[in-house]
């Protein structure tokens, strides 16, 4: 019975609306239920059981921290139109399960380690199993991609690599090889980015002012088989306006909205290269713009993505229009 039990104490921040965040429980025992911000893990030191929601959408880093000697729920969505946790079980609950497997020793020389327990739920909510309308709507919405990403066959230098234009009609194509292709495309952006939804397939489909490219490794032409996706990277450019502001902001002119690299072959210079192979086709360093048969835009504004670059390595490649 609340204020005989329990207290329940609401947030008086005004951008929480009056949410709880603590409750103070009296019956049997004195017990603590408390909401804290992700960055307040200061306030952990005397905590018994530590509940992260959707953790995923929480910086890798910043839940690292709220680990320690208490016991930790990690909750996420890894599959489904409402976003994915692919990000977090690909990086941080891979290491956690792999550190729990070799104990690691204190300075005293005894064991101290921790014990990791995943627990995956796949029952659908809104279907039955194995509902037609589920797996139909899946595959037309690519929301069930998390095991289309390949193993990489090879892993080539950045500076072999190649930067090219993804012909959307090809794309979208309903070709057999297009479909595998897209399905790829997607899986890396389910692999590489928590908030996913069928609108990000609807902007790659049609949206006029999106783009996308797509870093790949020395193509064999001799062998009939589809080139391993290293980097993909979507590009919205801004509408038409006059010359005279473009020129005030060139480095305005263009987004990068997204770069998905493949989980295997991250920190290794790929979407570096992918950024400056970019940056030098946009500038006309490499295919001219009026070679390439694009939207009308991006024929006459002049583009520079700069802001974005982070790595210069002075390579001259080429570009092409992909064909999937």
Not at 27 to 36: A, C, E
Not at 264 to 286: D, F, N, T, W
Request: hydrophobic fraction near 40%; glycine fraction near 4%.
């Amino acid at each position: 019975m609340e204020h005989i039990d329990f207290d329940v104490v609401k947030s008086a921040n005004a951008e929480f609306k009056g949410a709880t965040v603590r409750i103070n429980i009296y019956k049997h025992r004195r017990q603590i239920v408390q909401y804290i911000l992700p960055h307040e893990h200061e306030k952990l030191s005397q905590v018994e059981l530590l509940v992260v929601d959707e953790a995923a959408g929480i910086p890798l880093q910043l839940v690292k921290s709220l680990l320690g000697p208490y016991l930790v729920f990690l909750s996420s969505t890894v599959n489904g139109y409402e976003g994915t946790g692919r990000s977090l079980s690909l990086k941080l609950l891979q290491q956690l399960e792999e550190q729990s497997r070799v104990p690691a020793k204190s300075t005293k020389g005894s064991v101290s380690g921790f014990l990791f327990e995943k627990i995956e739920l796949s029952e659908s909510i809104r279907y039955d199993s194995g509902d037609p309308i589920e797996i139909w709507l899946n595959a037309l919405l690519c929301l069930d991609v998390s095991n289309a990403i390949p193993i990489l066959s090879r892993l080539p230098p950045p500076s072999e690599c190649d930067l090219y234009y993804v012909n959307r009609d090809t794309l979208f194509s309903y070709h057999k090889d297009s479909e595998i292709f897209l399905q790829r495309m997607m899986a890396l952006y389910v692999a590489s980015h928590y908030m996913n939804s069928p609108n990000d397939l609807q902007l790659m489909a049609d949206a006029p002012a999106h783009h996308l490219f797509v870093l790949l490794g020395p193509i064999d032409e001799s062998k009939n088989q589809l080139p391993d996706i290293m980097c993909v990277i979507q590009v919205c450019l801004e509408g038409k306006i006059s010359r005279v502001s473009a020129m005030k902001s060139l480095n305005k002119s263009g987004c990068i909205v997204r770069i998905a690299t493949h989980p295997s072959a991250m920190r290794l210079g790929y979407g570096s290269q992918a950024v400056e192979l970019l940056i030098r086709y946009y500038e006309g360093q490499l295919t001219p713009l009026s070679d390439i048969v694009v939207e009308e835009e991006m024929q006459t504004l002049p583009i520079r993505v700069t802001e974005a670059a982070k790595n210069h390595n002075g390579l001259e490649l080429s570009t092409s229009l992909f064909v999937v």
